[in-house]
């Protein structure tokens, strides 16, 4: 069997990647230029690493002859994750889901090729001449609004809620309950959290707690928003406990698991919301999390005020959980806080029919007994 140098060597002409000796992190070129890749650093010359690496590099090779969905360029990030995977079917998933990626980033270049040529094409048809030319791309009588003015905007509102706005905490501690898959899902979900709380007209005031800069899911929010550590960045994020922040009377948890509703929003709490993705995982943590430290628990009354279809998760992401909340909050109605459930986990008219039908059927068969024996 081959050396792990001609291995890297092998991988390095047929596998594109480029490493940043730096983070210790490889990511891929956009031009498709290489370096050669430092792969000690993930078998730190353990043998029994390296003969996996060995290994996993023959089996990717085989399934991309193959003809399965394996990406071309696989950075080094990427591989630690496969060498962490024990299943090959689990191997194979993971090998699909970077494929999809992959082509995707490839098919948004495409597309923004094309667009830039077809407007290319479209300038050459205006006519030449000295005259002033009104339209997208020509002179216009409004001011342009850039992105960083929005972005401002939006930032200058959180800064606002951070000094007068109601506490919302995020508590990050669930990422050894998370698969790595999992924590990434975890970490987009709170990307998208921040993102709606944020363009809300009044906004939470968010506070990560218990959040480890090393974990997994932090790891992937701050990859979302690389500034997110930056002393000036509209959010308070802290690997502090939630009870040395708030005072303990003052804070609710939210949690599916428990069993009473929250009726009303309370303007005076401080809510919890769980950071966790628990697509394999469903035990009730947080619920167990919330009675050890003696907290007051609540969950949203879905079942009061939606149908749902047959079979539908009633689980929400984060980003959902907090629309919710910003809604009941400025309306106090459900039936307008609950509209960003989405439609297809909720029961379709036909559905709602073919309840009632049996339901009545039921009450006639219930009919019919009590007048046979009375």
């Not at 370096?35 to 090779?61: A, Y």
């Not at 003696?294 to 629309?323: E, Y």
Request: charged content about 30%; glycine content about 4%.
């Amino acid at each position: 069997m081959e050396n792990l140098s001609a291995i890297s060597l092998y991988v390095t002409r047929n596998i594109h990647v480029n490493v940043q000796q730096s983070q210790n992190i490889c990511e891929t070129t956009e031009e498709g230029n290489t370096e050669d890749p430092d792969f000690t650093s993930i078998t730190n010359d353990d043998p029994v690493l390296e003969k996996k690496l060995k290994i996993l590099f023959l089996e990717v090779e085989v399934l991309r002859q193959s003809g399965h969905r394996v990406p071309q360029n696989i950075n080094l990030r990427q591989w630690k994750e496969l060498l962490t995977l024990e299943t090959r079917s689990g191997r194979r998933k993971y090998l699909s889901y970077i494929f999809g990626v992959e082509k995707a980033r490839e098919n948004r270049k495409k597309k923004k090729a094309e667009q830039k040529q077809e407007r290319e094409v479209e300038m050459k048809k205006f006519p030449e001449n000295n005259h002033l030319i009104y339209g997208l791309g020509h002179n216009t009588l409004f001011q342009r609004v850039y992105d960083a003015t929005i972005n401002n905007l939006y930032n200058s509102k959180l800064i606002q809620a951070m000094q007068f706005s109601q506490k919302l905490v995020v508590d990050c501690s669930y990422d050894s309950h998370m698969t790595v898959r999992e924590a990434m899902n975890c970490g987009k979900q709170l990307t998208y959290m921040f993102s709606d709380n944020r363009a809300h007209d009044n906004p939470f005031d968010l506070y990560l707690c218990n959040a480890v800069r090393e974990s997994n899911t932090m790891k992937q929010f701050v990859k979302f928003i690389p500034t997110l550590y930056d002393p000036d960045f509209p959010i308070n994020i802290t690997e502090k406990h939630y009870l040395d922040l708030f005072p303990k009377e003052n804070i609710v948890y939210l949690t599916p698991h428990c069993r009473e509703e929250m009726r009303e929003f309370d303007h005076d709490a401080v809510y919890i919301i769980g950071a966790m993705v628990d697509k394999t995982n469903g035990e009730p943590l947080s619920l167990a999390k919330a009675k050890r430290e003696g907290l007051k628990m609540v969950k949203f009354p879905l079942d009061r005020h939606l149908l749902w279809g047959a079979g539908g998760s009633k689980s929400l992401t984060l980003n959902q959980v907090i629309k919710i909340l910003l809604d009941i909050r400025a309306t106090g109605s459900w039936d307008k806080a609950l509209q960003h459930i989405p439609r297809r986990k909720l029961a379709r008219a036909e559905d709602i029919n073919e309840r009632s039908l049996q339901e009545m059927g039921k009450s006639k068969q219930k009919l019919q007994y009590r007048s046979k024996y009375y």
